[in-house]
């Protein structure tokens, strides 16, 4: 096993475009210097080349977080913060904060930040750039660097913990280091070269995964169906900042699975088929009655042509309004979705023992009695060789990065974060022509797709 120390300072991942700083003024008149790097925000998933809470079938490659906080450190112990700031509404289109960006590192969103002044980094020195994308009012109202101003020491790695009863939410976050060379920011690895201006990219910091699914039975035996759901057997409440390819080789860094997740919860609401205790946790639910309603006599579906299945036959069907808002979202008829994020955890050795699925997809009646289950199956584990591990010492300080041997099975397997795990095709939000739901009534297995780039077919899915 390999183990690394980052930065406890790791910096959020933003793309640099530098326009000059005159050096002289830099270093003997500095109210006169300026220095300016683009910040971007990428989209897609880490093995790309070429909103409030929101569907994780949005195909639009903008994020829905609305501010961007992000700290300039030295590199060096102790690492002392030279600059701090706050982008407020980055997916305001009407403030035009960001702006559409893509390259051959990604596609997201960027903006520019510029530094005057005293604020200009100085000639020859590296410094680290440490960014955190994320929503108001979210994982506890959380505030990266909180507390810190410019002139204070940083040793520490962020991190964002879900309340108990709560989800986690889309959230970026990335670190790269800058070289000041004749008044110009370079990213280290173009600092020789001077060939590209610095690039700084945040990328998601946690996992998503949704279900698309039809032709639903409504009974198992005589037993009625009331809802869908997905469970999984582990679950972390926390989401480390650390383990960024900014701070690394970005080609070794892109053949690792990054788990950043940590705080393991045991707060089950749900259990595994043939358990006598509650072991397990609900990632999506789908209530059928919400799908086909006018079932006025229980909480049960109405299956309104009386075939035994949900699906496109049945005229009541619409979608749940509650959870998809109108607009949000184009299925095809008689079909049904869920979806969640998650942070990132790394499959025990326990599960791998005792053969413990990851994923259990179950259908349910009304007191939430498993009337029939599905193990899910992850496609292709023997893919990925190693696994890279993000974890936090004792007292809190810099993060530790771990590589090892990726344990996964094909029911037992770890969830990395930037990564989309789907069960059915959902190519477009807004179209449904191309979509292919699980048929429930007649499928075996049930196959879980692990989406390294966030799209199909070139559209952005998360």
Not at 89 to 109: K, L, Y
Not at 146 to 152: C, M, N, S, V
Not at 198 to 212: H, M, P, W
Not at 317 to 342: C, H, T
Request: proline content about 4%; overall charge negative.
């Amino acid at each position: 096993m390999k183990t690394g120390y980052y930065a406890a300072y790791l910096l959020c991942a933003f793309l640099v475009s530098v326009t000059s700083c005159n050096n002289d003024a830099t270093k003997d008149s500095p109210m006169t210097a300026s220095q300016s790097f683009t910040v971007a925000v990428a989209s897609i998933g880490e093995n790309f080349n070429i909103e409030t809470r929101r569907p994780i079938s949005s195909v639009s490659p903008t994020q829905t977080f609305d501010k961007l906080s992000l700290i300039i450190v030295k590199n060096e112990v102790p690492a002392q913060i030279v600059y701090k700031t706050t982008l407020n509404d980055w997916s305001n289109t009407a403030n035009i904060v960001s702006t559409p960006w893509s390259n051959e590192n990604g596609e997201g969103r960027k903006a520019t930040i510029t530094l005057n002044g005293t604020d200009c980094l100085k000639d020859e020195h590296s410094y680290i750039v440490y960014a955190i994308g994320y929503e108001s009012n979210t994982y506890g109202n959380y505030e990266p660097f909180k507390g810190l101003e410019a002139g204070d020491n940083y040793n520490q790695t962020e991190t964002a913990t879900v309340p108990l009863g709560d989800d986690a939410h889309e959230i970026f976050a990335g670190a790269e280091i800058f070289i000041v060379k004749d008044g110009k920011i370079y990213s280290q690895q173009d600092s020789e070269s001077g060939a590209a201006p610095a690039t700084i990219v945040l990328r998601r910091q946690v996992a998503g995964t949704f279900g698309y699914f039809t032709d639903i039975p409504t009974h198992v035996g005589d037993s009625p169906v009331a809802k869908l759901r997905l469970v999984a057997t582990q679950r972390n409440q926390t989401v480390i900042f650390g383990g960024f390819r900014g701070l690394e080789d970005p080609l070794n860094f892109n053949k690792e699975n990054v788990v950043n997740g940590t705080n393991p919860r045991t707060d089950y609401d749900a259990q595994l088929a043939h358990s006598q205790k509650k072991d397990a946790f609900v990632v999506y639910e789908i209530d059928l009655s919400k799908w086909f309603p006018g079932n006025t006599d229980s909480s049960l579906p109405l299956d309104i042509n009386g075939d035994g299945l949900l699906n496109g036959l049945d005229k009541n069907w619409r979608i749940d309004a509650e959870k998809y808002p109108e607009g949000s979202l184009s299925l095809l008829e008689g079909s049904v979705f869920g979806d969640a994020f998650w942070i990132a955890v790394a499959i025990s050795k326990e599960a791998l023992e005792k053969s413990i699925p990851t994923f259990q997809m179950q259908l349910t009646n009304e007191n939430d009695g498993i009337l029939k289950y599905w193990n899910v199956q992850l496609r292709d584990t023997d893919e990925e060789e190693t696994r890279t591990i993000v974890t936090l010492p004792d007292d809190g300080g810099r993060a530790i990065i771990s590589i090892e041997k990726n344990p996964d099975t094909d029911y037992c397997y770890s969830i990395v974060r930037n990564r989309l795990y789907t069960m059915g095709e959902k190519s477009h939000s807004q179209n449904y022509g191309e979509d292919s739901p699980i048929n429930l009534n007649n499928v075996e297995s049930l196959i879980l797709d692990s989406n390294h780039e966030w799209n199909m077919d070139n559209i952005i899915i998360f």
